[in-house]
């Protein structure tokens, strides 16, 4: 007898006709109930959200604040790619979750997630840190909850040579504040 595999749902629409059915799932290590969020392999929502980002910066007057885009890994990824190509940058930078054997010369910094189960570090590669050093850099996440990966990642670039002068997520799901915030969604906790 197969067991009732029936999730609880949340419906979020991010824009009008842009609507996603998120599972509700357990956080682990807590007795919270969190909606969950994945942009990974989801092609209309990064392109739409990757839109949506760029309509953010052109109406804010955010366009000549960064001339360089930078992710986390791993569920930012696609969106920073579709924002790249949008404003027409030819590449983009990625931060790592551990140090890879390509890298030469590697940045790190740890960090705690709420999404990660344990400590992890933030890693950037020598040659990309010598990329983003004298930028001003749009620092791009799916989501942010508490900030604290996005503050680590901050804190490595800056370490790089560069400034962050824009943060900009699809979701911001908790408390965290900062001037150079833009967010298309704030969802019900």
């Not at 366009?63 to 930012?76: I, N, P, S, Y």
């Not at 791009?140 to 790089?160: F, H, K, M, Q, R």
């Not at 699809?170 to 704030?186: A, E, N, T």
Request: charged share 25%; hydrophobic share 45%; glycine share 8%.
């Amino acid at each position: 007898m197969a067991a009732d595999r029936r999730e609880e749902k949340f419906l979020l629409e991010i824009a009008p006709g842009l609507v996603r059915e998120l599972p509700v799932v357990a956080h682990h290590g807590t007795n919270k109930r969190v909606a969950s969020f994945v942009m990974l392999g989801d092609v209309e929502l990064n392109e739409k959200c990757g839109q949506l980002l760029v309509e953010r910066f052109r109406s804010e007057g955010l366009m000549d604040r960064f001339d360089m885009l930078v992710a986390l890994e791993a569920k930012g990824i696609a969106l920073v790619h579709v924002t790249a190509r949008i404003l027409g940058h030819p590449l983009f930078v990625v931060i790592r979750k551990s140090v890879k054997r390509y890298m030469v010369n590697p940045l790190m910094v740890p960090v705690t997630s709420i999404t990660s189960a344990g400590d992890q570090t933030l890693v950037l590669d020598g040659r990309d840190a010598d990329l983003i050093k004298g930028h001003r850099v749009c620092m791009i996440e799916d989501v942010i909850a508490t900030g604290g990966s996005v503050t680590a990642a901050c804190d490595l670039i800056n370490y790089a040579g560069a400034e962050v002068t824009v943060i900009a997520t699809v979701l911001l799901k908790g408390d965290y504040s900062d001037p150079r915030l833009v967010y298309l969604q704030k969802p019900p906790i």
